[in-house]
């Protein structure tokens, strides 16, 4: 059994920051590319950012380049996700996920997922 655990999310104003994290148990940390989707109320789930096993390659949605970062220290067997300048419309149920088979596979049809962190921005 792997297991996902975020936490990290709470109530925070416009323009503010939050950093999310992931912990993972039950199998090698290393062996997986992890990510990070959300899903807005009324909305489909969309994805958010990857990083893959080594650490030496990420990817993101366009509209979150620049806000978001996604790391990664594998000694603590923890994701996280920086949010700089956020903005109501990111106000959605955030979830880490991971994959065996790295960040593009991650994207469309993840291993495992957690159980999610709300994240609610106030204008």
């Not at 959605?92 to 790295?102: K, P, T």
Request: hydrophobic residues 35%; glycine residues 12%.
């Amino acid at each position: 059994q792997v297991q996902l655990v975020e936490s990290g999310g709470g109530l925070v104003q416009a323009g503010e920051s939050l950093r999310l994290s992931c912990a993972v148990s039950g199998r090698t940390f290393s062996g997986y590319a992890m990510g990070w989707f959300r899903r807005a109320p009324g909305k489909e789930r969309e994805f958010v950012a990857a990083i893959s096993r080594s650490g030496g390659d990420t990817i993101y949605t366009d509209s979150m380049k620049g806000r978001f970062t996604i790391s990664r220290d594998n000694a603590k067997n923890t994701v996280f996700l920086q949010m700089n300048s956020l903005k109501p419309e990111d106000t959605a149920v955030y979830y880490c996920a991971a994959s065996h088979l790295g960040t593009i596979r991650l994207r469309t049809a993840p291993d495992y997922w957690g159980q999610g962190t709300q994240v609610t921005v106030s204008s």
